[in-house]
């Protein structure tokens, strides 16, 4: 069974700061990884998507990484705005099935 | 909007009530997923269908559970005789069938249900 954690739980950083939110998993048998954003009560839009045989993506201020060997992704989010105070999430696909971790919740003060 | 629509937004019910959500994909996409989130966690699979066929179920889609897909349209997720433990957003995403792992899943917006 796949185990995804995300540490921290919770970052709070000023405005204008570089953030770096952590993804482990325990199964490098995968077809891709997604990144999503959640603001409160709401679903899910999906950021960034990384196939298994990449090694990142990026779109615009984001940029995200994958390293299937050490079991880990990393999504860098450039010059934090208020705006990006949300809940991120990454999710493993086994083709069909995404196994989500439970999230880092941001706050970006400004 | 093309996006994935979820109806109700919200529903409350009493304890041992019936309750039917509606999801309806994007419509060129050929695979409906449903997944369950409570607070503090991340979403949890439930089940999913390729077409109009339920190819995978969770165990933790009891028999109070069914979900159907009526010619590969909207999806419907029906609970019956719920419990306070049903309580949760339900998540519905469709994505399209591709190879090579490029199945990138969008999701509605949610149907939160309260039991009381």
């Known amino acids: 069974k796949q185990e995804v954690t995300q540490i921290p739980a919770a970052l709070s950083v000023p405005e204008g700061e570089n953030l770096v939110l952590n993804c482990s998993f325990t199964d490098s048998a995968i077809y891709n990884l997604q990144w999503f954003r959640q603001d409160p009560g709401k679903g899910l839009t999906s950021l960034l998507l990384?196939?298994?045989?990449?090694r990142e993506q990026t779109s615009g201020r984001l940029n995200a990484s994958l390293d299937k060997s050490s079991g880990r992704s990393t999504l860098y989010i450039a010059a934090s705005q208020p705006g990006d105070s949300a809940t991120y999430l990454c999710?493993?696909?086994?083709?069909?099935?995404?196994?989500f971790g439970a999230g880092t919740t941001v706050t970006v003060r400004a | 909007d093309t996006g994935v629509s979820q109806n109700p937004r919200h529903k409350i019910t009493k304890r041992g009530q019936n309750v039917t959500f509606r999801c309806d994909p994007i419509s060129e996409h050929n695979r409906l997923y449903w997944y369950r989130q409570t607070l503090g966690q991340g979403p949890e699979f439930l089940t999913y269908?390729?077409?109009?066929?339920?190819?995978?179920k969770s165990r933790l889609l009891s028999d109070r559970f069914s979900a159907e897909r009526p010619k590969g349209s909207f999806s419907t997720l029906e609970i019956q005789r719920t419990e306070q433990g049903d309580s949760a957003m339900y998540l519905c995403?469709?994505?399209?069938?591709?190879?090579?792992?490029?199945?990138?899943?969008?999701f509605g917006p949610g149907t939160r249900l309260t039991v009381l």
């Open positions: 995403a469709s994505s399209p069938l591709r190879a090579g792992g490029y199945n990138e899943q969008f």
């Open positions: 990384i196939q298994s045989s990449q």
């Open positions: 269908f390729q077409n109009e066929a339920q190819l995978e």
């Open positions: 999710a493993l696909s086994n083709d069909y099935k995404l196994s």
